[in-house]
């Protein structure tokens, strides 16, 4: 047939059909039942709507609920639900964009009232209406000045913005009508509102129009969508258990840090029962670095601004990084990292080969300037201590210089307890070769790297093309916490730009002097974010090597303090960090509170105990107390302690 196209699906079959045929005529032509559960397609790698007509001979498979791919246009339909659900009932507002993400959907909307709660819930409640109306997500193609004319009409200035910003004069633009709602969009999208079966607003914040304090306040309303109504449910569990984890609250009620109004937001004070934890955080990460050959090193807090000009983050990420100072000499910032300062250890004298490696290790405090919007907790603060290390090496030593990287990176993750992680390995986009540093032998023997020392420890990743930084590929590693919730913190890697920027240099084995490889690594990523993680992934109940009171001492009556100041004594002996609790109280009103503490155990002595040697415990998330001997009890705890064990 001339006017007939081959749609290749993916067993191979090819299925000839008229030219202008849609992906929902393939899967009509496949079964009805495929076609009812359709939810969009995916031809030569891109998602299209089911409705887009074919005109030439392509790859084509179609996504149901089953193939996660199709989730994220569930949810971008699911947002413009959301915006068409607010201009039926706030008819006055205007529209910014309202993408998918990892967790559901948010629309940023302009209005001079705040959204309420109550107002979410008709909102809700509006969706629903529009959803068993089944109404279309209809594609249009209109020239770009109409376009713009209508969305000048109604007011609404973000979206003249993105057309502006984001399409050229001369072509058309892709909207998308959803009942009286209309988006410029690219989609693709859902058939219809009727596709979407199980969704729920979850809250509403604000932000800044492009993320810019002197725009106007926006006000974001978030929400998830999932296929079924049982997966919806398992999200919001999980929502509400994270709840009780936040380290927010968990931080306060178990006074471990805070940030101070009267300091500035996003910097941290650790209280003295929270720096006991940072205490045997660090101890660990620098017995380790001791243990694996690198070398301690500390550097300024404060330097010359002419740095950062050599390195090229004046150029690149002043934004990000607190005002310059005078001072007598020239002007000074705040450091935001510390790779600049291990480079000018390195530099400081000339290396020879057999020098090589280099391991230089930091727990060094950096400053940058995060969006008041943004700053969250521990997990996204404006001064944190990272653990950095920055590891010179010849080329044919980075192979094996990454794997430590990486066999340090999964100790970091068993002591602490995390038993799950996920990889990807981000690497550089030949054909966009601006925004890249380096030669492509250098990207490719980088790339081998890295890939090599994942293979030969059976570690699954996942390539990401594209997305290693400008100046070299990473592994990126995300732990996986007690409720399913995935962190971004151990990173590895490899730097082509600094060493070129600094002229560093060793001497080879031939005399000649050559550039080393360069390799940033950070494992906990940064204290205050990684301590954040553990108090959620923990629920505040931390391993006992990590809890800041390990053991609380009950005496019964006033007669039985003495035996518990010895029993304390003998605890104390061994390093285990032990309280006495000899108040005028309840017996039952203290382990009430210091359960409340989440202190592991609890030693309640009396008479019989005093007498026969014994301490009666009492171990957190256990119902039954148990007598033992207290020197048996001594020697269980320091065991306990000594291997790091995750649970008690």
């Not at 209406?129 to 089944?134: K, Y």
């Not at 409720?483 to 971004?488: D, K, S, T």
Request: proline residues 5%.
């Amino acid at each position: 047939m001339a006017d007939s196209i081959h749609i290749k699906l993916p067993d191979g079959s090819v299925k000839d059909l008229p030219k202008g045929s849609t992906a929902l005529d393939v899967a009509k032509s496949l079964g009805q039942r495929l076609a009812d559960a359709a939810l969009v397609a995916k031809t030569n790698g891109d998602l299209i709507d089911l409705a887009r007509p074919l005109e030439k001979d392509t790859d084509l498979r179609i996504l149901t609920d089953r193939d996660p791919e199709a989730l994220e246009v569930y949810r971008h339909s699911s947002a413009h639900l959301l915006a068409a659900a607010v201009l039926e009932l706030f008819p006055e507002t205007k529209l910014g964009h309202g993408p998918a993400t990892e967790t559901g959907f948010f629309y940023d909307f302009y209005r001079p009232t705040a959204f309420t709660p109550e107002d979410l819930e008709k909102i809700e409640k509006k969706m629903q209406e529009l959803v068993q109306q089944n109404i279309p997500y209809a594609r249009e193609f209109l020239p770009r000045d109409q376009g713009l004319q209508e969305f000048k009409k109604e007011g609404d200035f973000m979206k003249c913005h993105f057309i502006e910003q984001f399409t050229k004069p001369d072509e058309k633009i892709s909207i998308y009508r959803t009942g009286k709602f209309t988006d410029f969009c690219r989609g693709p999208h859902l058939p219809s509102t009727g596709k979407i079966k199980a969704f729920k607003l979850l809250s509403i914040a604000g932000a800044y129009w492009l993320g810019d304090e002197k725009n106007p306040q926006l006000q974001r309303i978030y929400g998830t969508s999932f296929f079924s109504k049982k997966d919806l449910d398992d999200f919001l569990n999980k929502q509400e258990e994270a709840k009780k984890r936040d380290h927010r609250v968990l931080g306060q009620q178990l006074d471990l840090f805070s940030i101070q109004e009267l300091a500035g937001p996003g910097l941290i004070f650790w209280h003295p029962k929270g720096g006991i934890i940072r205490k045997e955080m660090e101890d660990w990460m620098r017995a380790e670095y001791i243990k694996r050959g690198y070398s301690l090193v500390y550097t300024p807090h404060v330097v010359r601004r002419q740095l950062f000009h050599v390195s090229g983050h004046e150029g690149y990420y002043s934004q990000n990084m607190f005002d310059s100072m005078e001072l007598d000499d020239a002007e000074y910032r705040l450091k935001p990292m510390n790779c600049p300062g291990h480079i000018l250890i390195y530099a400081d004298s000339l290396k020879s080969y057999r020098d090589l490696p280099v391991r230089l290790g930091e727990l060094g405090t950096v400053y940058r300037y995060e969006r008041s919007g943004v700053m969250h907790g521990l997990l996204r603060v404006r001064g944190f201590t990272q653990d950095d290390s920055h590891i010179f090496c010849t080329p044919e030593q980075i192979e094996q210089e990454i794997g430590g990287c990486l066999d340090f990176a999964l100790e970091v993750l068993r002591v602490f307890g995390f038993d799950q992680y996920q990889t990807e390995l981000s690497t550089w986009d030949p054909n966009d070769r601006k925004n890249f540093l380096g030669s492509e032998d250098q990207w490719n023997m980088a790339n081998r790297s890295l890939e090599n020392a994942l293979k030969q420890r059976k570690i699954e990743y996942k390539v990401i093309p594209g997305e290693g930084a400008f100046y070299g590929p990473k592994i990126d590693i995300k732990l996986v916490d007690a409720i399913g919730r995935l962190w971004q913190l151990s990173t590895v890697q490899v730097d082509f730009n600094l060493p070129q920027r600094f002229n560093l240099e060793y001497v080879a084995e031939d005399g000649t002097r050559k550039q080393p490889v360069m390799v940033h690594r950070a494992l906990f990523g940064s204290i205050e974010r990684f301590f954040g993680v553990l108090i959620e992934h923990y629920a505040g109940a931390f391993p006992v090597w990590l809890s800041p009171v390990q053991a609380v001492m009950i005496p019964i009556a006033e007669r039985h303090v003495d035996y518990a100041n010895k029993v304390r004594d003998q605890l104390k002996a061994i390093g285990v960090r032990v309280e006495v609790d000899a108040r005028n109280e309840k017996m039952n009103a203290k382990i009430r509170e210091h359960a409340m503490q989440k202190v592991p155990f609890l030693l309640v002595v009396g008479d019989k105990e005093s007498e026969a040697g014994k301490v009666n415990v009492r171990t957190r998330g256990k119902e039954k107390t148990e007598d033992m001997p207290a020197v048996e009890f001594v020697e269980k705890i320091k065991k306990l302690i000594a291997e790091k064990s995750p649970t008690i």
